[in-house]
């Protein structure tokens, strides 16, 4: 199985502070992705990759940008955050048979 | 638009019995879906694929249908424990669209 890791659990930003939640995979895996949950929406796909330096944008980009520099390393970018930016952000990538392996999550608190 | 429902919000059943969850998809036609398990504060773990050609699958007491007419999944969880509790997810995905989960359906087995 692949093991995903995200840099914070928990993360407590001010409005308008540039927010990083990096995510890395312990494979050589190629897709890489960024969902945000929040109660009641489910699990909405922010931005995904499919290589080193290759992005496209999911259901919800608004306000995010993404960076994907080394093919282990994919990182969620939120140039200005904001109050409605508050949420479960989870990256994910894809294995084998196209499941997908989810990190531990970031719940991110925009005050 | 893709519409996916899962059966209801919450679902509470007896220790012991079977747990039947049912995923509803609209507007299109999936080669395969996946179901997850997600605890709360965790991200989502992947537990079985179903393709488009199978009508069953099983995994010890895990059991998945697939009836592409019906455009319907069964999540069925035999001889139910308390540590199953959990919300699950489904996933009907064709090959080139976004991934899309179900909202989920959150089961407590009651002891």
């Known amino acids: 199985d692949v093991k995903v890791t995200q840099s914070s659990r928990y993360l407590v930003k001010r409005t308008g502070e540039k927010v990083f939640l990096e995510c890395v995979q312990d494979?050589?895996?190629?897709?890489m992705f960024w969902y945000r949950q929040d109660p009641g929406l489910g699990l909405r796909l922010i931005y995904f990759?499919?290589?080193?330096?290759?992005?496209e944008k999911g259901d919800i980009p608004e306000g995010y940008s993404v960076s994907r520099e080394k093919k282990e390393r994919f990182s969620l970018i939120l140039e200005s955050a904001s109050t409605n930016q508050t949420s479960m952000y989870l990256c994910?990538?894809?294995?084998?048979?196209?499941?997908?392996?989810f990190g531990p999550g970031t719940r991110l608190l925009v005050l | 638009s893709q519409k996916i429902e899962q059966n209801s919000e919450a679902l509470n059943i007896q220790e012991g019995k079977t747990a039947t969850l049912t995923c509803n998809y609209t507007?299109?036609?999936?080669?395969?879906l996946q179901w997850y398990r997600q605890d709360p504060g965790r991200g989502p773990v992947f537990l079985l694929l179903?393709?488009?050609?199978?009508k069953e699958k099983r995994k010890e007491r895990l059991k998945v249908t697939f009836d592409t007419t019906l455009k319907q999944s069964l999540f069925h969880i035999t001889a139910s424990q308390p540590a199953d509790s959990a919300t699950y997810l489904c996933a009907p995905h064709n090959y080139g669209q976004n991934f899309v989960f179900g909202p989920g359906t959150r089961l407590s087995v009651l002891p």
């Open positions: 507007n299109y036609s999936p080669a395969y």
């Open positions: 179903i393709r488009e050609n199978e």
């Open positions: 494979m050589d895996h190629e897709n």
């Open positions: 994910a990538v894809q294995g084998l048979e196209e499941t997908q392996y």
């Open positions: 990759s499919y290589d080193v330096k290759m992005k």
